[in-house]
């Protein structure tokens, strides 16, 4: 089955939770590990002792829930910091049962990360450096996938001022071939085809804009095309995605945070998926935050998540069929 971790009880992880239990139970199997407490009231709960009493439980129609006590009541949209260290230490929890072979996927609510550094001295930038950190040191890479597109940021959660420094042919050559992988074993994709992006206006308009295009990307694109990937770029990020352009590549390449995620996020807020790769494991969440200004009102919509249990189920299943 697939973990499912709590995420901040503040915001609205206890409510999509529940709400995507009732959506998807009896269709993809997952259990919770959290606070049963901060489920909303009515919620149909098991507490199971381990993983292996979840199916059990599914099927007696009850949402199973491995208990992670936490200090204190839940306070929606107030986070406390005495809970910070339990949220972190359910993330740990859920990496250590996938890594054992006790779930076949994690799938993780939304966290505060200002909430965690200030209540439980949190140290990374957000979820996906701590699941590198948990596996191992892991070379990773964050894919935000929705019904009408892929895309992979070559830089993550650095300020915008830092990215020309930090965007390296060999940063670049990571975030493709991590990308190439996954499409292949994870989205059954035997021939990726990938776009990437340029970093400045117009893909630097032949170095009149800037020189990264011409000295770094273009460089690395026609040394992995020799290797046979199909690869297109480097392009003008204006143009890569209007409904024509799309339907010419599997995934898009970007230079940094915010050209990827601003396109995915207009084109498929509710249902889009956070994608973890170059993990031993799958890993997926909700492509939202934590919803502090609505959390415990019950207008949350749980369909990010009920994706992201989805696709957790069928990378899940793509992997145990290839091994």
Not at 99 to 118: M, Y
Not at 180 to 188: G, P
Not at 250 to 279: E, S, W
Request: contains cysteine; aromatic residues 4%; charged residues 20%.
């Amino acid at each position: 089955m697939i973990a499912l971790t709590c995420g901040e009880p503040a915001g609205i992880g206890p409510e999509i939770a529940a709400a995507a239990w009732s959506s998807l139970a009896g269709r993809v199997p997952f259990f919770l590990i959290g606070d049963p407490a901060h489920l909303p009231e009515g919620t149909p709960v098991a507490l199971i002792d381990s993983p292996a009493d979840a199916p059990r439980a599914a099927r007696d129609g009850a949402l199973p829930v491995l208990a992670h006590p936490f200090p204190g009541s839940r306070t929606p949209g107030a986070p406390q910091p005495a809970q910070a260290q339990a949220v972190v230490d359910v993330i740990a929890r859920g990496v250590a049962l996938v890594q054992a072979g006790h779930a076949s996927a994690l799938c993780t609510a939304p966290i505060h990360k200002q909430a965690l550094q200030e209540g439980a001295g949190f140290a990374f930038p957000g979820h996906t450096e701590y699941l590198a950190h948990l596996a191992g040191g892991a070379r990773v890479a964050m894919m935000l996938a929705g019904p009408s597109l892929r895309v992979v940021p070559a830089t993550i959660h650095i300020p915008l001022s830092e990215v020309p420094r930090a965007l390296t042919a060999d940063c670049i050559e990571e975030a493709i071939r991590l990308t190439h992988v996954a499409l292949v074993r994870d989205f059954a994709i035997p021939a990726p085809r990938l776009a990437v992006a340029g970093l400045n206006p117009h893909a630097g308009e032949g170095g009149r804009m800037g020189r990264e295009e011409i000295e770094v990307i273009a460089p690395l694109l026609d040394r992995l095309r020799a290797e046979g990937m199909r690869l297109a770029g480097p392009l003008s990020a204006d143009t890569m995605f209007h409904a024509a352009a799309r339907a010419r590549y599997d995934a898009a390449i970007c230079m940094y945070h915010d050209q990827a995620l601003i396109p995915i996020k207009t084109l498929d807020f509710d249902r889009g998926v956070n994608v973890t790769l170059g993990l031993p494991f799958v890993r997926t969440s909700p492509d939202h935050g934590t919803a502090y200004d609505i959390a415990g009102k019950g207008i949350a919509d749980p369909q990010s998540l009920i994706e992201a249990l989805r696709l957790a189920w069928e990378m899940a299943e793509r992997r145990t069929g290839a091994a």
